[in-house]
């Protein structure tokens, strides 16, 4: 595959080879040089696929992508190679199977894969990059190519490595919330949401949104279940460099408390309702595979309304569980205003299909306790 399908299609423009060599001038580091010509190409080329003929194995010339500024997964990791050797960086083509995820058989030589990433070697620090994406961050995969055997194509033959995985507490969402309960049943909130690992992956696409497209997504989708929310202001901030997807949002909430005259009642959880439960099987033939595990953490501070008061706060709620656990616990600042903190991990895994019901008990508990409700009391 090396001698026949890549040997002699790495040639570049004297032009675009001077671009670069002047681009990493004076860096000595291999990895940084690899971010500034990656950065170079996401900035110069734009995907398109190749089916037909020898292009399903067999990527464009590094030549003509230079030229036409296009490629398929072949022809921009191919082009990506051709200049990360020119600045003196070492990387392999690399095969796997995208999207569905699934190992290189090693055990048989065949054609294999329906996608093509680099490997750059780092002292048993691999980097990977995927070099279909203009906008992915440098050495960051997501859930399309994480976690998978995968075939790197060197002159000396294949080697079969791992991709890195995203496991469990990785993938990080992180809540910080300030909310101002009003006499009227209405709220407003100062919201700031950290995403991290494939929670990153989730949302990294926002900020290429319009404000109009941002605001229906927040109200349709992700707060779908909070009636009358209005988004006043939001900020996105993009760190490719650390891999971290920050929101900062002004929100109000018409009628969102239920108020009568001795009694005003609202559900304590706002912004990151878990109400996913599990079908029921009467007779579960297969494992249960959690195939994404993850960690997110929610602490919101709780300004009460003018002329009520806390009767009582509710006792702390641990779930264990061999899936991943769930912990609810408040605490009482002064008269006036009270924490919510809540951690809820989930573990991937397979697990025998006898544990499924104990998993779908474990979802609807979580589910369930989502709802809960907090009742103030007037003075």
Not at 87 to 96: A, E, F, K, M, R
Not at 332 to 338: E, L
Not at 348 to 377: D, M, T
Request: with cysteine.
């Amino acid at each position: 595959m090396h001698n026949e399908l890549l040997k002699g299609r790495d040639v570049v423009s004297e032009t675009t080879k001077a671009k670069v060599l002047d681009l990493v001038k004076g860096i000595d580091n291999p990895i940084e040089k690899a971010k500034l010509v990656y950065h170079f190409v996401q900035n110069k080329t734009r995907y398109i696929s190749v089916q037909v003929g020898i292009g399903g194995w067999e990527p464009i010339a590094a030549l003509d992508v230079d030229k036409v500024g296009y490629g398929d997964c072949k022809g921009l990791s191919n082009y990506t190679k051709a200049l990360l050797d020119i600045v003196g960086v070492t990387s392999y083509y690399t095969i796997v199977y995208a999207q569905q995820k699934r190992d290189i058989d090693k055990g048989f030589s065949s054609m294999q894969g329906n996608h093509i990433i680099l490997n750059i070697p780092n002292n048993g620090n691999d980097i990977w990059l995927e070099c279909t994406s203009q906008t992915i961050p440098f050495g960051f995969l997501g859930d399309f190519t994480d976690d998978r055997n995968v075939l790197v194509v060197t002159p000396e033959g294949g080697v079969i490595k791992r991709t890195p995985a995203y496991k469990n507490e990785t993938n990080l969402q992180e809540i910080n919330a300030k909310i101002q309960l009003k006499q009227n049943g209405s709220l407003t909130a100062s919201l700031i949401r950290v995403s991290k690992g494939l929670q990153y992956d989730d949302k990294s696409y926002y900020d290429r949104n319009t404000e109009e497209e941002l605001i229906k997504k927040y109200k349709s989708s992700v707060w779908s279940y909070n009636n009358n929310l209005e988004i006043e202001n939001v900020n996105l901030v993009n760190d490719k460099e650390n891999v971290v997807f920050k929101e900062d949002l002004k929100i109000n909430i018409n009628n969102y408390a239920t108020v009568n005259e001795q009694e005003y009642l609202f559900r304590v959880n706002i912004f990151n309702q878990e109400s996913f439960v599990p079908k029921r099987y009467r007779s579960r033939k297969l494992p249960l595979k959690i195939k994404r595990g993850y960690k997110d953490v929610d602490e919101y501070e709780f300004q009460l309304p003018k002329g009520y008061v806390l009767s009582i706060l509710p006792s702390e709620k641990i779930l264990t569980t061999n899936f991943g656990t769930y912990k609810v616990n408040f605490t009482k600042i002064n008269d006036t205003t009270f924490k919510y903190h809540k951690t809820i991990i989930i573990k991937e895994g397979v697990y025998p299909k006898e544990e499924y019901k104990n998993y779908r008990s474990f979802r609807r508990s979580i589910a369930k306790y989502e709802n809960l409700r907090i009742a103030l009391i007037k003075k």
